[in-house]
């Protein structure tokens, strides 16, 4: 059975008449585009939580929105909404998709890429690892903050399975985001691995080098005996080609992944929810 996704805060009337009682699963969710709506579109864009299947009936109520980073999100002030249904309801497993627009902000804003040093055709010298490094760190330290509101006192959800997932692999190039079906948002790498002057055959390897440094980082906080799984989604998806400049294979633009994409994401993340008991 499809999922059935409900946006509290986008479509509020529609709560009205929702039933948790009709459910076998219930689901929250917390996170950024891949999880999200969609920028400005009349119609639920294709994402992670709308291309999931179950055996069982199941509605997921999430509250994340395009653009957000896990800093915005740790915020209690931003995501008082998810907080609020930590707190009130309980739920079968909890999902939270975070850190993809922190590392896309830092190397937009040049704070992770290099002008080269040492060789140039080694990936590894475009990238600073010292810079990944600190990110790393931010963004593991802002999924606690959010994981920890799960364990308060008052919570209804102490204990309740979070789910949590890696990322892949974008292939840098000049494909945007749509906005009302015209490219719009982006991109995020492409100029900036120009900016740096690295050659279009190490574009791919320098960007997984970061994504895979940012993963490590995510991984350790896989603590089942906790309750916290992280799924590592990477190698999932076929990369876009090279000089493709919208839709390819599986991915929509430069960071999005199309619905194939996003089924394939989706499954891992429902086969490790099965693996829960939420089938």
């Known amino acids: 059975m499809k999922n059935q996704v409900m946006w509290p805060e986008l479509r509020p009337a529609e709560m009205e008449a929702f039933n948790p009682n009709d459910y076998t699963n219930l689901l929250l969710a917390e996170g950024d585009s891949w999880f999200a709506w969609g920028y400005l579109n009349l119609r639920p864009s294709p994402n992670v939580l709308t291309a999931m299947n179950f055996r069982e009936s199941t509605a997921t109520l999430s509250f994340a929105y395009s653009g957000d980073t896990i800093g915005d999100m740790a915020r209690i002030s931003q995501s008082s909404g998810f907080y609020r249904e930590l707190m009130d309801r ?10 993809g627009n922190d590392l896309f902000d830092a190397i937009r804003l040049g704070h992770v890429l290099r002008k080269p040093e040492g060789d140039p055709s080694n990936p590894d010298a475009y990238v600073d690892l010292s810079a990944v490094d600190r990110l790393s760190a931010y963004v593991a330290a802002n999924y606690r903050r959010v994981l920890s509101w799960r364990d308060e006192q008052r919570s209804k959800n102490r204990r309740t399975p979070f789910i949590l997932y890696t990322y892949d692999y974008p292939m840098p190039r000049p494909a945007k985001a749509q906005v009302m079906g015209v490219p719009a948002i982006g991109t995020w790498l492409h100029a900036p691995l120009l900016a740096v002057a690295a050659p279009p055959a190490l574009r791919f390897e320098i960007i997984r080098r970061v994504v895979d440094r940012l993963a490590e980082a995510m991984l350790r906080l896989d603590s089942p005996a906790d ?53």
């Open 90 to 99: 309980k739920y079968g497993a909890l999902l939270l998709s975070g850190g």
């Open 227 to 279: 309750g916290i799984h992280v799924v590592d989604t990477r190698g999932a998806l076929v990369p876009a080609q090279a000089d493709a400049q919208g839709d390819s294979n599986d991915w929509a633009n430069e960071v999005h992944p199309n619905e194939s994409g996003y089924g394939k994401v989706a499954g891992l993340l429902c086969a490790a929810l099965n693996r829960l008991g939420v089938d």
